[in-house]
C-alpha cells in the first residue's frame, strides 16, 4: 500500500489556509508593491508617504497628496482653481475623458497651481496630476503654468513644479503643441527676473511636457526610478535605438548623463528643496519666522 503523502497534502492544505486568509481580509488594508511583491498594509505605506518600505518603490501621488507632504500646513492657496478646458476642435468624445478625468482625480483639470510656504519662504507652485488623461497638457494646462510664473514674477518668490506627463494632448492638436513654446517662454521671462526655477520630475515626466518647462529649470531633481524621457521605450525601439541600457529613460539614467542634478527620495523631498531655497538666498517670511 502507498503511503499517504503527507507532506505534501500538508504543504497544499497551508497554502491553502493561507489563501483563505488573505481573501478573507476586507478589500483596501493592503496594497501589493509592483516591484518586489511585498504585501503593504495600506495605513504604513500612507506614513512612508506611499514609498515601499522593502525595495523603495514610488507610487504615484495626486496633485493635493503631494501639496501636503511639500507645503507648510495650512498656507497653500490654490489660483485658478476654475480654470476648465472646452473641445476647440470639436474632438470625438474629448469631453467624456475630460468628464472622467475629473471624476478619477477630483480636480478640474490635470494641475493645480497655488502659492504657499515651504520651510517658511514662499513659493509659487504647480503640480500635474497623472490621472486627469495622464496629465496631458493642453491649453488649460499650458495657461496655468504661465500664469503661475507670472505670479512669481509679480511677487518676486521663487516657482517650483512637479511634472507627471503623458505629453501634449492630442485632443487639442497643434493647439497642445503651442504650449511648449508658451511654457518655456515664461520659463526665459522667470530666468531673465533672476528668480530660481526648480523642478521636480515624477513618474512619469515625458514627450512635450518633458520637452519644454520641465527640462528648463535651474534646479532639475526627480524621485527614484521615475520613468523621464522625450519618447516612450517602444518609439526609441522603432527609431533604431537597439543598445539600450537597463536604466534606460529612467531618472538614475538622466543623472549619469547630466541632464538632471539629483535623484532624491521622497522623504528627503521637502528638506532638499528648503536647502536650495536657502542656497538662492530665498528668506522666509517675517510671520513663519
Not at 514610488?58 to 507632504?69: F, N, S, V
Not at 517662454?185 to 522667470?190: H, K, M, N, S, V
Not at 538614475?252 to 528643496?273: C, N, P, W, Y
Request: proline share 4%; hydrophobic share 40%; with cysteine.
Amino acid at each position: 500500500m502507498t503511503p499517504a503523502p503527507w507532506f505534501g497534502m500538508k504543504g497544499k492544505a497551508a497554502r491553502k489556509t493561507a489563501r483563505q486568509s488573505v481573501d478573507a481580509l476586507p478589500d483596501g488594508l493592503w496594497t501589493k508593491c509592483p516591484k518586489c511583491s511585498e504585501i503593504l498594509f495600506n495605513k504604513e505605506l500612507e506614513k512612508s508617504l506611499r514609498v515601499c518600505n522593502k525595495c523603495g518603490y514610488h507610487y504615484k501621488l495626486g496633485a493635493r497628496d503631494r501639496i501636503e507632504i511639500t507645503i507648510d500646513d495650512g498656507t497653500f492657496v490654490e489660483t485658478d482653481a476654475r480654470l476648465t478646458a472646452v473641445n476647440p476642435l470639436d474632438f470625438p468624445e474629448y469631453d467624456v475623458k475630460v468628464a472622467k478625468g475629473r471624476m478619477m482625480s477630483n480636480l478640474e483639470e490635470a494641475i493645480v497651481t497655488g502659492t504657499g510656504e515651504l520651510g517658511g519662504i514662499e513659493v509659487a507652485l504647480g503640480v500635474a496630476d497623472f490621472r486627469f488623461m495622464g496629465g496631458s497638457m493642453g491649453g488649460v494646462v499650458g495657461e496655468k503654468v504661465v500664469r503661475i510664473i507670472e505670479l512669481a514674477i509679480e511677487k518676486k518668490i521663487p516657482a517650483i513644479q512637479f511634472t507627471t506627463s503623458g505629453g501634449a494632448r492630442m485632443q487639442e492638436g497643434i493647439l497642445s503643441l503651442m504650449q511648449m513654446a508658451k511654457t518655456t517662454a515664461a520659463c526665459a521671462r522667470l530666468n531673465k527676473a533672476g528668480l530660481p526655477y526648480i523642478v521636480v520630475f515624477t513618474d512619469p515626466t515625458t514627450a512635450g511636457v518633458h520637452a519644454s518647462y520641465a527640462s528648463v529649470g535651474d534646479f532639475i531633481f526627480a524621485e527614484p526610478g521615475a520613468l523621464v524621457g522625450f519618447a516612450g521605450a517602444r518609439v526609441a525601439q522603432q527609431a533604431g535605438v537597439v543598445h539600450r541600457p537597463d536604466n534606460f529613460q529612467t531618472s538614475e539614467f538622466q543623472l549619469e548623463h547630466g541632464m538632471i542634478d539629483r535623484v532624491v527620495a521622497r522623504r528627503e523631498l521637502k528638506s532638499t528643496l528648503i536647502k536650495v531655497l536657502h542656497f538662492c538666498g530665498c528668506k522666509e517670511n517675517e510671520d513663519a519666522a
